[in-house]
């Protein structure tokens, strides 16, 4: 009889799955001891209690007892970030941002890999493939984290880490049915190969969104498919494969002056290989992905096209429209590719001091002839290198100092440092401060937006003069990055009898040459001048954040998050610096002054989850929804939902969990982001299988 292999290879791949990715590192484990241990602030593994700036952490025990159906809900739970709809189907989610319905200033990864779009300076939430059910936990910096993640790490950085095939205990199914005629089915598979250790995921969603006075809807499909396997082929080497694609469409606009959304067709495929190489005093990690978004929006004809360009085009339409073909009903399409490289390594130079270093390269391409002026792709490269150095051997301290130097196509070379110090006052009291400095590069889209009307050849001279007959948004070669510093101080408590654990953040922000849209004198045929981006906005954030979270495993096994966030802002933009029509927007009411949630919950006997949470927003003037300083912001709302979950023990391995979840419970309608979009009461319902 063959000795079989593959008990014994489970295991080192067990072994080694532990460390083969950042994301990995964590088991189960780690949420059992006094505080959990997290890759996010500085790709060290640190515990919170360790870590330069503060970090939450969305569990799956959180996730299961929120309310939440798509993953940017969850983001309600963080201190002081914000998480709005923009329509039924499109999200926006924000931290300390100056926000309109694309922000700019933070990154989200999915499993390390940035899903942040550059033609839109943002995440395309709707377009993600990937559900609420793929994700393990939520990490979330708050705070500038530009040194361990880049550029785009601005004000803040969200990893979400999906289910490794490793951890995943049970394969399932779970349906959804509720508001807007929605339908959702997840599947979600794990197995072992004889290196390691594979998952499949499947989802379909779709709903028919909400129907405006004008008898338009904006309706939304999404499927997609995802492969995730590990392979160890020896005890000191792991190699990590992600695959994914997904198909679908939804519907963009701006649905605050009249509903019209137009339909916007998606497709997105990625790649990302990883290999992980450990040796005696530390490890070394490679990392290639890949991926391609594209957008897809209806072409106008020559009428439609005429009737949209401001001003309209006259009698010579046809012909104008001949040179500037294609025209799409909305400028939010296009081709996008990503290229990302990254290596680094990590060396244990002593039991008490750890060093970081890597280098990453970008590419960043994009095609959209209404935003770029041209039919050809438009290249953003960015080079970094980076390093991180944890000192621990001063007792009860702990030194950790970064510096990130970064190069971009779009913006000269610029050196990220951050110095921060954490005290241990005593085992459960933690006290924490830093100071950093932080640069965001301009992205591709604000280096390289330009929208002209040109005039076709037989026309010029005789009837225009010359060959621009509009030129609407023009490109600012002199763009510089944007500046921040921050001062931050933290409080950390953790009282492991007391299932307790508090965080509290004390911080300011002052951004300087923040990136803007003006209007000036140009070349434009309405005399309504030429927008271009400039560096015409500065601002400053001071305020506190707190978070306390007790959390038990035993009885009723209660949960409890309370998040509240407290931020200042003030400072100004250059609207219109035009002579005689200067226009400056006072920023102190662009961001909601106070954010606060709470999520309880409670099992109860025969397997019953009992789930509240409440969510507080106070007025804000949301950027793009309230344009002028003379338009009303966004009223304050209060929002609670309720869930309830029902699990039923049908075998040994085969359970059937029922829930019913009410957003709104109160049914007191409210407005999010565009005036027009009202928040009402929402129900669904859901079965999972798990087997």
């Not at 931020?567 to 226009?583: A, C």
């Not at 309880?600 to 006997?605: E, Q």
């Amino acid at each position: 009889m063959l000795f079989d292999s593959r008990p014994l290879l489970f295991i080192l791949a067990c072994s080694v799955q532990s460390v083969s990715a950042e994301e990995q590192n964590i088991t189960e484990l780690d949420y059992l001891n006094d505080l959990p241990i997290t890759f996010a602030a500085t790709r060290l593994p640190q515990r919170l209690s360790a870590a330069p700036a503060s970090v939450t952490i969305i569990d799956r025990d959180m996730i299961d007892a929120s309310s939440a159906i798509t993953i940017p809900e969850l983001l309600r739970l963080v201190p002081g970030m914000q998480s709005y709809h923009i329509a039924t189907n499109a999200s926006a989610a924000s931290y300390h941002g100056m926000s309109d319905k694309f922000p700019p200033r933070m990154e989200v990864m999915i499993d390390g890999r940035s899903v942040y779009i550059p033609l839109f300076s943002a995440v395309i939430w709707e377009t993600l493939p990937i559900s609420i059910d793929d994700v393990e936990r939520i990490e979330v910096v708050r705070g500038t984290n530009t040194v361990t993640q880049g550029s785009n790490a601005f004000l803040g950085a969200i990893n979400i880490i999906t289910n490794d095939p490793l951890s995943s205990r049970d394969n399932l199914v779970k349906y959804t049915s509720g508001e807007f005629d929605t339908d959702a089915v997840y599947g979600r598979f794990s197995s072992l190969h004889s290196l390691g250790n594979y998952s499949l995921s499947a989802g379909i969603t779709g709903n028919e969104g909400n129907r405006f006075n004008n008898e338009t809807q904006d309706p939304y499909f999404n499927r997609y498919l995802t492969f995730n396997t590990t392979l160890s082929p020896t005890l000191s080497d792991t190699f990590t494969i992600n695959l994914g694609i997904n198909s679908g469409y939804s519907s963009v606009g701006d649905i605050n002056t009249k509903p019209d959304p137009k339909r916007r067709e998606f497709e997105t495929h990625y790649q990302n290989i990883e290999w992980f190489h450990q040796y005696d005093n530390g490890d070394v990690r490679l990392r290639y992905s890949h991926s391609v978004n594209s957008l897809e929006a209806q072409l106008l004809s020559v009428a439609e096209a005429a009737a949209a360009i401001d001003p309209p085009l006259n009698a010579f339409a046809g012909l104008l429209l001949e040179r500037n073909a294609p025209y799409h009903e909305t400028s939010e399409y296009g081709d996008i590719a990503q290229h990302h490289i990254e290596l680094s390594a990590t060396s244990n130079i002593s039991p008490l001091s750890k060093v970081l270093t890597g280098f990453d390269y970008r590419l960043n391409q994009a095609k959209n002839n209404q935003l770029l002026n041209t039919l050809a792709w438009k290249d953003e490269e960015s080079f970094r290198v980076f390093g991180h150095w944890e000192l621990s051997s001063i007792p009860d301290w702990v030194i950790n100092t970064g510096l990130s130097a970064e190069h971009s196509t779009t913006g000269s070379i610029r050196l990220s440092p951050r110095l921060a110090a954490n005290y241990h006052l005593n085992p459960s009291l933690t006290l924490r401060s830093s100071v950093s400095r932080a640069y965001r590069m301009p992205s591709l889209l604000e280096a390289n937006f330009e929208s002209i009307v040109y005039v076709p050849d037989a026309l010029l001279g005789a009837t225009m003069g010359e060959d621009k007959y509009d030129y609407n948004f023009k490109i600012n070669p002199n763009l510089k990055p944007e500046q921040l510093d921050t001062i931050d101080i933290g409080v950390l408590g953790n009282w492991p009898a007391y299932h307790s654990m508090l965080d509290i953040r004390f911080f300011y922000e002052d951004i300087n040459d923040g990136i803007t849209e003006t209007n000036s004198d140009g070349d434009d045929v309405a005399g309504n001048g030429v927008h271009t981006y400039t560096n015409k906005a500065e601002w400053n954030n001071k305020g506190i954040e707190f978070q306390y979270k007790y959390q038990s495993g035993t009885g009723l096994k209660p949960l409890l998050v309370i998040n509240y966030g407290y931020i200042q802002s003030s400072g100004q933009r250059v609207l219109d610096e035009r002579p005689g029509d200067i226009d400056i927007d006072k920023l102190d009411s662009r961001n909601p002054r106070h954010t606060a949630s709470a999520l309880a919950s409670i099992t109860l006997p025969e397997n019953l989850q009992l789930s509240l949470s409440h969510y507080y927003l106070s007025s804000v003037r949301w950027i793009e929804a309230a344009r002028s300083s003379l338009d009303p912001g966004n009223s304050p709302y209060h929002r609670t939902d309720l869930k309830l979950s029902k699990s039923l023990q049908l075998s040994e391995t085969n359970e059937l969990k029922l829930s019913l979840i009410i957003q709104n419970l109160l049914d007191n309608p409210y407005s999010e982001f565009y005036a027009n979009n009202i928040f009402e009461q929402r129900t669904y319902l859901q079965a999972q299988m798990s087997f």
